[in-house]
């Protein structure tokens, strides 16, 4: 069994910041790769951020030098830290997180989704 929780949105005026989480927990030996996406309403969802455990790092050019992303190993949670906040950021946010299990078998989860609001 394996639960991923995403927390941290919520309603923000322009130019402000927040970080969302995404936690995992069960049957999860580490965390491979964590990837960001988002939906605003009427859009297909896009990749907002993309990190593998090597470090490789690749930001949407809609939010680059404004939204990291980080992780901790020891609490098996990702995070998307989020400067700068413009009204267009607002949608639902989601985690999508590649692993490997206790027996080293990959295996990929996707958060519930968050909302975050950017509006004054």
């Known amino acids: 069994q394996v639960q991923v929780l995403e927390s941290g949105g919520g309603l923000v005026q322009p130019g402000g910041s927040l970080r969302l989480s995404c936690a995992a927990s069960g049957r999860i030996l580490r965390i491979n790769r964590s990837d960001w996406y988002r939906q605003a309403p009427g859009k297909q969802r896009e990749l907002v951020t993309a990190a593998t455990r090597g470090g490789s790092e690749k930001y949407a050019e809609s939010v680059k030098g404004r939204f990291t992303t980080s992780g901790d190993d020891a609490q098996n949670t990702v995070y998307l830290q989020m400067n700068s906040l413009k009204p267009e950021d607002t949608a639902v946010y989601y985690c999508?997180?590649?692993?490997?299990?206790?027996?080293?078998?990959?295996?990929?989860?996707w958060g519930q989704g968050i909302q975050v609001t950017v509006s004054s």
């Open positions: 999508n997180i590649f692993f490997s299990d206790l027996l080293g078998d990959p295996d990929e989860y």
